[in-house]
């Protein structure tokens, strides 16, 4: 199985803030490296797709990016409705896998 | 744009099968991939499996043996079987679709929560 190692496990940040979210995989996955967000008691959502592809509706804030099997997902001045877990998730190879999540908190 | 909504039982006892059906509204299941995906309580994600409208398969090797994915084209649904529960097996599933350029889970239902107990 491909591992997604994601760090940090919870991050406290303010309004404003620029928040880095990372993801290593454990061998080559090209660009099949998607990003969701999760709301308490919601379902996730898709914000980034392909390493780096915004979904239509998110903000541009929201962007992402690699170097090698390490992947950014980047905040760029973090709002309110940001609160929330966040995962990344290949899809290179079966079975597709997440990783563990970080959760940003207000500080 | 396409909506989905998981429907079953919320509680389950061990030993026996959970089953879960997901209706798909908004657009034909004859297209996409379409999965099932859990969450165990204040705990991370795990992909179970996807299934095509063909009735290809693919499934999580950790669930392989307990798991079997079904569709039905003509309802515009597609199902989850989970033999075998356990507690370890209480958790939201959710249903998902299946970008199917990038391979990324693009639309999701609310989930639900199945827990397995006495």
């Known amino acids: 199985d491909i591992q997604m190692t994601q760090s940090p496990s919870s991050l406290s940040a303010s309004v404003g803030d620029r928040v880095t979210i990372t993801c290593r995989a454990s061998?080559?996955?090209?660009?099949?490296l998607h990003w969701y967000q999760q709301k308490p008691g919601k379902a996730p959502k898709l914000l980034i797709s392909?390493?780096?592809s915004l979904q239509s509706g998110v903000p541009s804030r929201f962007s992402g990016s690699a170097s090698g099997t390490d992947f950014t997902l980047t905040i760029s001045s973090l709002q309110p409705e940001d609160f929330a877990a966040y995962y990344c998730?290949?899809?290179?190879?079966?079975?597709?896998?997440f990783g563990q999540g970080t959760k940003v908190e207000i500080k | 744009q396409v909506q989905l909504q998981e429907s079953g039982p919320g509680l389950v006892k061990p030993s026996e099968t959970l089953s879960l059906t997901c209706s798909v509204s908004?657009?034909?299941?004859?297209?996409?991939?379409w999965s099932w995906i859990r969450q165990p309580p204040g705990k991370g994600l795990e992909w179970i499996g996807y299934?095509?409208?063909?009735?290809?398969?693919n499934y999580n090797p950790s669930l392989k043996s307990r798991v079997t994915i079904s569709i039905d084209t003509s309802k515009n649904q597609f199902s989850l079987k989970l033999s075998s529960v356990t507690a370890a097996d209480t958790a939201v599933y959710y249903c998902?679709?299946?970008?199917?350029?990038?391979?990324?889970?693009?639309?999701w239902g609310q989930g639900t929560l199945v827990t397995v107990s006495s």
């Open positions: 998902a679709s299946v970008d199917t350029a990038m391979v990324a889970f693009d639309f």
């Open positions: 998730q290949q899809s290179f190879g079966t079975p597709w896998t």
């Open positions: 908004g657009g034909s299941i004859s297209s996409y991939y």
């Open positions: 392909g390493t780096s």
């Open positions: 299934i095509y409208y063909t009735g290809s398969t």
């Open positions: 061998q080559t996955i090209n660009n099949f």
